[in-house]
């Protein structure tokens, strides 16, 4: 009979303590990957939104925070905008010293309209520039060309069942769908997109623009220097680097995923403990059987072999589950937990990390048991039967 053999006997028998160890062992790989797949894809998630908007700026209104209060009680703040943005302001800042560095202007207007019994956000722009802006939209039918052409989010299509060709009434106006973007899974997909002079007809705020996107040439240009010009130019304007904000996400997403291995480490140390602990016990259940592998010739490495081969296959088993129910779980949580808009994957690398942390989290408490148990005495063993 070969010794794993012996190892798979032993823990068919003891069915519950099998059991228990490899449950454990689930547990707790099943928590490693499933943290180090949500964060991961956070960080994919973030460093995406750098490469895609670090050169970008967005300019607002300047705004005074109103905090309410009723009988003591405060109720929270309210953003009164001092003044607001019009497209003369976007014609300003094309003029500051340093326009060589700027890729395009976009000025928006942001408001709410009624279609066919629905509300939908409406964004007003420049089409010309809105699209140099973003190089990585890609849509079904033509891009606008005139003044009454519009280009809808995917879910707004969806709801209002319209392709390229259609048409649209707004606010007692006749517009043309021109194009439908590509599932973006952004909030650009709940979005109509019309003309700026358009949409401020239809919003009431004619030359008035809500923010004005500008794009830099480059993430290494000098931003902070025309960030500083902006503001000179817009004294009553907010002007704020993505890249900048985007930075900042990054540095909260990095103290995560350092609570998170640090979390994944006690997780590991007390699942360790665990199977350390019932080894031992098994170890101390089975003197008696150990005595009779001594007394008819099994070597002392014969009997660690056999109590090692048994954390081996535990751990096997452990941790195929653990990648599996991590996985899940990874998939699962991402969006409710994590706010991802796509599902986090487990990695092949993280799979085989998994594994690997499953095999030594049961083999390596079980080399004391092993050696204690390899060192009884089959006299004092077989005495006892």
């Not at 299509?157 to 707004?170: F, H, M």
């Not at 290494?220 to 002007?239: G, Y």
């Not at 019932?278 to 490495?301: D, K, L, N, P, Y």
């Amino acid at each position: 009979m070969r010794l794993s053999d012996i190892s798979l006997r032993n823990l068919r028998r003891r069915r519950s303590h099998t059991l228990f160890l490899v449950l454990s062992l689930v547990v707790a790989v099943a928590t490693v990957v499933t943290v180090i797949s949500i964060t991961s894809a956070l960080n994919d998630n973030v460093k995406s939104k750098l490469r895609e908007y670090g050169a970008n700026m967005v300019v607002s209104p300047r705004s005074m925070e109103v905090a309410l209060t009723y009988g003591g009680i405060t109720l929270g703040d309210i953003s009164v905008p001092v003044e607001e943005l019009t497209e003369e302001d976007a014609i300003k800042i094309a003029t500051i010293r340093r326009k060589d560095a700027l890729r395009g202007i976009s000025p928006k207007l942001v408001g709410a309209v009624e279609a066919e019994g629905q509300r939908f956000v409406l964004v007003g722009v420049r089409f010309r520039d809105e699209l140099r802006l973003k190089p990585w939209w890609r849509m079904a039918g033509e891009e606008p060309a005139t003044s009454r052409d519009l280009l809808l989010g995917s879910q707004v299509s969806r709801q209002l069942r319209k392709e390229p060709g259609d048409t649209l009434d707004i606010g007692g106006k006749t517009f043309r769908v021109a194009g439908v973007l590509e599932e973006q899974l952004s909030q650009e997909d709940e979005v109509v997109f019309a003309d700026l002079r358009e949409a401020g007809l239809l919003l009431g705020k004619p030359g008035k623009v809500s923010l004005i996107e500008v794009s830099s040439w480059c993430a290494a240009c000098p931003i902070d220097i025309v960030v500083e010009q902006i503001s000179a130019k817009l004294p009553h304007a907010r002007v704020m680097a993505i890249q900048q904000l985007v930075q900042a996400e990054l540095g909260q997403v990095e103290l995560v995923t350092r609570f998170s291995w640090v979390l994944s480490g006690v997780v590991l140390f007390i699942g360790s403990l665990i199977v350390l602990i019932t080894m031992m016990a098994s170890v101390t259940e089975r003197t008696h059987e150990i005595g009779v592998f001594r007394a008819i010739g099994f070597r002392q490495s014969h009997i660690i072999r056999i109590i090692m081969l048994e954390g081996v296959i535990i751990g096997l088993l452990g941790g195929g589950i653990g990648v599996a129910v991590g996985g899940m779980a990874a998939w699962l949580l991402s969006g409710p937990v994590a706010g991802l808009e796509i599902p986090a994957l487990v990695r092949p690398e993280v799979a085989l990390l998994g594994m690997v942390l499953a095999v030594v989290m049961g083999t390596l408490p079980t080399i004391y048991p092993a050696l204690r148990a390899a060192q009884l005495d089959p006299t004092a063993a077989l005495r006892a039967l």
